[in-house]
């Protein structure tokens, strides 16, 4: 009985806060390149550039994301599989009075790049859609390991009943297994 | 020293041990926070987003520290509770005020105030005014903006116009393009006019008045965009000021041949319109991000008041808590003292440190567990001594009861309320008296026979000052007379109280009849001694007589006259020898009559008065003793025999005195002189027939006073006087 009468407030509490997983912001089409022995990484995030986010970039504050990545090996009975991890900080600031917005890519705090735009679309585009992007360095990786680069995107912070702050992240993704040898 | 004590001791240390790992663990993990966070998250972001969570990281454990306090207090309190330990209930009485002294207020304030807060947030963005003007004062700023750029975009076009059928190509043309070009400038107020064709520069001309010193870059960008979209249009910066200069591109349609002019025109603002557009822009998204960061300052400022209300809650806590415990500590110590020392331990000291009333009460309680201790070691040592003494004092009851037991005399003593405290074996059977439970019985119920009582008075009667006394008593006991010899002592106590009395009694009957029978055998050889003495001169007058006779000599009748007179003579004194014997034997018994004492004595004295010179006779007759039931003629001859004795004894200047006193229902009678006293081998003989020290006379006066005052039941003993003579002391039965 008491099963029962808790299951509708499960469901209602499911229904809050629960939401459908393509609604969700998540990293899509995480693809691996190797050049010589630099690994490239091309992925989308999905969801992730809300109206929220362009309001707060639009209001003037400095905003974007942070997708963290780790290159593995890919050994499923061992706990310690990370060979590497970077990160790399998108965050754009917008002039009102230029109107335009300038978009940082800072690699492990290091600015790599930094471009200006106009538009949202572009805006959007620049922050969410990489492709060929230079990670890793696997020259000191043995070429016979097989290796996986996963990825996950750091969306920033939300505050829970009124005070508690916690972190938004995207589940990590996974890409194909490859080998240096085998590209 | 057990578990407990010693975590009671070490408890405080404890305490700063966990504090300080507290407070440790919590920097610690702050550091490691911050650092984690500077290095993870965007920089432009790291101060918002470390400013929220450290300020809840610090609540966290600002809410775990106090969970642990209280519960950990808590905790304790039912295990103290559970175990029954004292002073629990109070505790938890006490802990329990402080904590909802402390938390319920707090927790009420922040309640209220967070309410507060959120209420005071919300109207300060809810401010219409404040927002309306500020989103009016963007919006206007950027449709001025909007306006200059539609104005110049127009003014390009209209210049792109003009020039359109100019040839770019041709050098020689480009300074009428110039002129052209300054004309424009001049005619349409621009600051900056410039011809590309597409981004390869053709041709600028500069106002001088604009501040301009170098002709601006409009960019590879804004060309391609204009090449692009047909136009374009950038707010760029000028001497520093940004958004003044305000660049605006236009390109030629698409043709089938040749390159793409594009013409681009700038305006420098005026400063201060720049500058209040800039600052009206600004303030909007000032506004804008203060909007859109309601809830993480709501939250900091929750946060904030959370974190002082925390802090103020386990401040409060603590210190109720550490109040708890300054009080319960030592009431819990004293309790579990009283309860130790109840128990006997009285080795137990409270060891808590207060400098308050406390701390006096637990002194106060040390010094008298101390002084408890003392009187117990004394008392223990006390009662071996009073063991020790028991002990001596059985064994000395022990060896007096033994010696009792088989002592000749019969010992009797009674407490003051005249139990019987101890009767020993010889009392029993000399006075015939069975084996039964005496001991604790009143003496006077025991004894209640007429003849035993006598013994019951000599015990009761008054001692005096020396607590002795001694009396001879004659009992009827079973058909026959017994005399006896009654010895009362007083016992006191240390302080001189009166605890009962001992009797010593022997049985003088024997001896006495000895005594009797040497002195009958001794007044028969004194009798035959007197009888023979006499006989001697009448022998020797009757030879003498014979002798004459048969000589027939001529003084006959002279010798004859001589003997017969020796001879009568000593007849005579044979006679009165023999009368006075026949007296004593055939003395009467007393014949009691009521006698006035008074009148008894003057007569006997008067006999002495002047008798001897320079001794002085005189009688004392106490006011009690004027009548007494005795007979008078006898006891006028005790006086008369005493008296003569005393007299005779006296030498001048001398004093006999006779005292006549009634005493406890006794009538008592002394003749005290001040002569030379009795020999003391002559003491034990003074009453026997036929005893005398004077070396003449019968010896039969004092036996004759024994007899009357025997014959009386009464008793009369000699004693010396001090400094000298002698006392005579008559006791006689009055009732």
């Known amino acids: 009985m008491g099963l ?3 299951l509708p407030a499960t469901v209602a509490l499911f229904g809050l806060f629960g939401s459908p997983d393509a609604d969700k912001p998540h990293l899509s089409d995480l693809q691996v390149a190797l050049q010589e022995y630099r690994v490239e990484v091309s992925f989308e995030l999905v969801n992730g550039f809300t109206d929220e986010l362009f309001e707060r970039i639009q209001a003037g504050l400095a905003d974007g994301f942070r997708y963290d990545f780790a290159l593995s090996r890919d050994r499923k009975t061992w706990f310690d599989n990370r060979i590497d991890s970077t990160s790399l900080e998108v965050v754009a600031k917008f002039n009102a009075v230029t109107q335009e917005y300038l978009v940082n890519f800072r690699q492990d705090g290091k600015l790599v790049e930094s471009r200006v735009v106009r538009e949202r679309d572009e805006l959007e585009r620049i922050m969410t859609r990489f492709s060929r992007l230079p990670l890793f360095s696997l020259e000191d990786v043995n070429p016979d390991r097989r290796l996986t680069i996963k990825a996950r995107a750091d969306l920033g912070s939300k505050t829970v009943l009124l005070l508690i702050p916690t972190t938004v992240n995207t589940d990590w993704v996974q890409s194909r297994k490859f080998r240096i040898d085998s590209e | 020293m057990d578990l407990r004590d010693r975590f009671s001791r070490h408890r405080k240390d404890n305490r700063w041990i966990v504090g300080g790992l507290a407070v440790l663990l919590f920097f610690l993990s702050l550091i490691y926070y911050t650092i984690q966070n500077s290095r993870d998250l965007p920089s432009d972001l790291v101060t918002n987003r470390v400013l929220l969570f450290a300020l809840w990281y610090i609540n966290l454990v600002l809410i775990l520290t106090i969970l642990f306090v209280l519960l950990r207090n808590v905790f304790k309190i039912l295990v103290e509770r559970h175990h029954k330990i004292l002073g629990s209930k109070f505790r938890t009485k006490l802990v ?3 904590i909802g002294l402390s938390l319920l207020p707090g927790l ?5 105030g967070s309410r507060l807060l959120h209420g005071w947030i919300d109207r300060w963005f809810d401010d219409s005014a404040v927002s309306s003007v500020i989103t009016q004062g963007n919006a206007v700023s950027q449709e001025l903006i909007l306006q200059i750029q539609q104005t110049r975009l127009r003014d390009t076009a209209r210049v792109l116009e003009q020039i359109r059928n100019a040839d770019f ?9 110039g002129r052209r070009l300054q004309r424009l400038l001049n005619e349409l107020d621009l600051d900056y006019l410039a011809v590309f064709e597409e981004t390869d520069f053709v041709h600028g001309v500069l106002n001088p008045q604009s501040g301009l010193t170098d002709l601006p870059e409009p960019g590879e960008r804004l060309l391609v965009e204009t090449l692009l979209d047909g136009q374009a249009v950038r707010m760029q910066s000028v001497g520093g000021d940004e958004g003044r200069l305000v660049i605006t591109a236009v390109a030629e349609p698409h043709k089938t041949e040749g390159s793409r002019a594009i013409v681009v025109t700038g305006t420098v603002l005026d400063p201060e319109v720049a500058t209040q557009i800039r600052e009206l822009i600004q303030a909007y998204q000032g506004y804008r991000q203060l909007e859109l960061r309601k809830g993480d300052i709501e939250a900091a400022y929750l946060l904030t008041f959370l974190m002082v209300t925390l802090l103020v809650l386990l401040a409060s806590s603590w210190v109720g808590l550490y109040l708890a415990r300054r009080v319960t500590v030592p009431i819990q110590a004293l309790a579990e003292g009283t309860k130790r020392i109840s128990g006997g331990d009285l080795d137990y000291r409270v060891d808590v440190e207060a400098d308050d009333e406390l701390g006096v009460l637990v002194e106060s309680f040390n010094s008298m567990t101390g002084e408890l201790q003392r009187n117990k070691e004394l008392i223990e040592e006390s009662n071996l001594e009073l063991v020790a003494a028991n002990k001596r004092l059985a064994e ?9 037991q088989n002592v000749a005399a019969g010992v009797i003593s009674v407490d003051d309320e005249g139990r019987i405290l101890t009767c020993n074996g010889a009392a029993l059977s000399m006075l015939r008296f069975g084996e039964e439970a005496l001991v604790g019985r009143p003496l006077r119920e025991v004894w209640s026979d007429p003849e035993r009582s006598k013994l019951v008075e000599i015990l009761e009667r008054d001692a005096g000052r020396s607590g002795r006394l001694m009396s001879d008593v004659r009992l009827l006991l079973g058909g026959e007379w017994k005399v006896f010899e009654a010895k009362v002592s007083t016992m006191r106590d240390r302080q001189g109280n009166v605890r009962g009395r001992v009797m010593v009694v022997e049985d003088l009957t024997e001896l006495i009849n000895a005594q009797q029978r040497a002195a009958w055998s001794e007044a028969a ?7 023979k003495n006499p006989l001697t001169p009448i022998k020797l007058s009757a030879e003498r ?12 009748g002279e010798v004859l006259e001589e003997g017969v007179e020796i001879i009568t003579r000593e007849v005579h004194s044979m006679k009165s020898m023999v009368d006075e014997f026949s007296r004593f034997a055939r003395m009467p018994r007393p014949q009691p009559t009521e006698v006035d004492l008074r009148q008894m004595v003057e007569e006997t004295l008067s006999l002495y008065q002047g008798l001897k010179p320079g001794v002085e006779v005189k009688g004392q007759i106490g006011s009690n003793a004027m009548k007494a039931r005795l007979d008078g003629e006898q006891m006028k001859r005790v006086l008369i025999n005493l008296l003569d004795n005393a007299i005779e004894a006296t030498e001048p200047p001398g004093k006999v005195t006779v005292s006549v006193h009634k005493l406890n229902g006794r009538l008592k009678i002394e003749i005290t002189d001040s002569g030379k006293g009795i020999p003391a081998r002559a003491k034990d003989k003074l009453f026997f027939p036929h005893f005398s020290t004077k070396g003449r006379g019968t010896g039969l006066g004092l036996s004759i006073v024994h007899r009357i005052v025997s014959e009386h039941h009464g008793t009369i003993r000699a004693h010396d006087n001090k400094p000298q003579g002698t006392i005579f002391t008559i006791h006689l039965p009055q009732e």
């Not at chain 2, 009420?108 to 209220?112: A, N, S, T, W």
């Not at chain 2, 190509?169 to 393009?177: C, G, K, M, N, T």
């Not at chain 2, 022990?398 to 009792?404: F, M, N, Q, S």
């Not at chain 2, 007589?545 to 006959?556: P, V």
């Open chain 1, 4 to 6: 029962l009468a808790a």
């Open chain 2, 96 to 98: 329990a005020t402080f």
């Open chain 2, 108 to 112: 009420l304030l922040f309640v209220y």
């Open chain 2, 169 to 177: 190509e041709r050098p020689a043309r480009r300074p009428q393009l």
């Open chain 2, 396 to 404: 000395e009851r022990a060896v007096i009861g033994a010696v009792l």
């Open chain 2, 525 to 531: 050889r004194r009798i035959a001694h007197e009888i």
């Open chain 2, 545 to 556: 007589l014979l002798k004459k006779y048969r000589q027939g000599g001529d003084d006959l």
